[in-house]
């Protein structure tokens, strides 16, 4: 028997009114984001990977002088922005399948989100004074 809505026959076939709900709303754009955030942290890392000897200088002053550094500064925010934004929804993903519970799974995902935010800002943050102290 056909799908009945409403006390009347629907003429909608089962794809159609499947759209747009359940697992299908926003996959594929979540599958892309994390995909494009990967992507632009591959130079990034490599980047930071060549400037590892900057951030492992002997010297605290040194290190502070090579983060006054405009350009530095920029992709280093850069870096940070792009990395706790892939790491948020790579673990959303590891929350929405593996949490069963939909209090547990809310709680979870706006701690997480919470978390990566306020700990991109507070790194913003840094750079942002560091970069403009008097």
Known sequence: MPYIQNNEKSIRTSLA?????????????????QRVSA?????????????????????FEQTVLWLNNPF???????????????AAIGLQV????YVHKKSAKITALLLT?????????????AILVINFRT
């Open 39 to 59: 992507i632009a942290l591959v130079p990034l890392v490599i980047w930071m990977l060549s400037c590892l000897d900057c951030l492992l200088s002997p010297s």
């Open 72 to 86: 530095v500064a920029i992709i280093l925010g850069l870096f940070i922005i792009i990395s706790c934004y892939h």
């Open 94 to 97: 590891v929350i929405e399948d």
């Open 113 to 125: 989100n919470f978390i990566f935010f306020a700990m991109a800002a507070a790194c913003i943050f």
């Open 17 to 33: 009114r499947a759209r747009n709900h359940g697992s299908a709303k926003g996959g594929t754009h979540h599958w892309w984001m």
